[in-house]
């Protein structure tokens, strides 16, 4: 009996642990090890058709995805790389700061225990896996030498051919369990990328006001999307640095921000066909927003 009692206890909070984590929808989350539902599709591109291009595909990503150190003010995100790619984020922000021979993976002057090539490594396990995949991936180089980055990175990848150099623009069937590089201002290798950001519009004072220039940044990548260029959208903000905003951390803005943004492209939803936003990159993305995203590419 007392056996009995003692399973029974167990499985009662085992069932509490499962609904404080799917009990409600998780549009932004500071968990480190979201719990993914059984019925989970990790490998979601295995939908998209092989002629499809690339910028043509609506892609869920993380800003700063590697800034999980540093305190309130530098940290972006909870989820390790290893369960980004897990949930879903096919899109990545790396920041490097080139050191003698070594990119170490900063967020402004907080260093996040990892360098570029741990980001490759781990990205190459998930696509070893995952063959259906691609990751897009973006290298901001923080460093004075600049230059020097481009160099930097292609000795770090060589000559593998999973991993997408090219300027053109490639079909989906092109970059199956591939890495693929995107490039701006003085990082040149892979394909152009544009952003939808404004000037400024990462500083947050007003909540409300930065819902309204994400839609208006989202309204734009609706405009700019199926072109040789990606299209990429930033969601996330931060108050340090303004008056009224100084108490908005990254994380209070996406707490507030995250559900917001999960309502306005839900609403897209009937359209027939649904529209394409390019790659939207979040700030604490919790599984449930993640989906969304992921959803606007089937109708």
């Not at 539902?37 to 939908?47: E, K, Q, R, T």
């Not at 984020?89 to 050191?99: E, H, Q, S, T, Y």
């Not at 892979?190 to 950001?197: A, F, K, Q």
Request: glycine fraction near 8%.
């Amino acid at each position: 009996m007392k056996a009995a009692y003692k399973c029974l206890l167990f499985h009662c909070i085992l069932l509490s642990v499962i609904f404080l984590c799917h009990g409600k929808d998780q549009y932004f989350s500071d968990n480190a090890n979201p719990i993914l539902p059984g019925s989970y599709n990790i490998p979601w591109m295995a939908g998209i058709e092989d002629f499809h291009t690339l910028s043509l595909v609506t892609i869920p990503g993380t800003h700063a995805s590697m800034a999980l150190h540093g305190g309130p003010e530098a940290e972006h995100q909870a989820m390790s790389l290893k369960n980004q790619l897990r949930a879903g984020i096919r899109f990545l922000d790396i920041k490097v700061f080139g050191l003698g021979d070594t990119l170490y993976i900063m967020d402004g002057v907080a260093y996040q225990h990892s360098t570029l090539k741990d980001v490759l490594d781990t990205v190459r396990a998930f696509l070893s896996e995952f063959k259906t995949e691609a990751v897009l991936i973006r290298v901001e180089p923080e460093s004075f030498e600049k230059k020097t980055v481009n160099e930097m990175v292609q000795s770090l990848i060589g000559n593998d051919q999973n991993v997408w150099v090219q300027s053109g623009m490639p079909t989906m069937g092109q970059v199956r369990g591939k890495i693929v590089f995107l490039q701006r201002s003085t990082f040149t290798l892979g394909i152009p990328l544009i952003e939808t950001d404004g000037k400024g519009s990462s500083k947050v004072s007003n909540v409300k006001d930065k819902d309204n220039k994400i839609m208006h940044q989202l309204n734009q990548a609706i405009v700019a999307y199926g072109g040789d260029n990606a299209v990429l959208t930033y969601t996330s903000g931060t108050g340090l640095g303004t008056f009224w905003g100084m108490l908005l951390t990254p994380k209070r803005v996406a707490e507030k921000v995250n559900p917001w943004v999960n309502q306005y492209l839900r609403q897209f939803y009937p359209n027939q066909p649904r529209p394409c936003f390019g790659i939207i990159a979040m700030d604490f993305p919790g599984i449930d927003l993640i989906q969304t995203i992921i959803n606007l590419n089937w109708w």
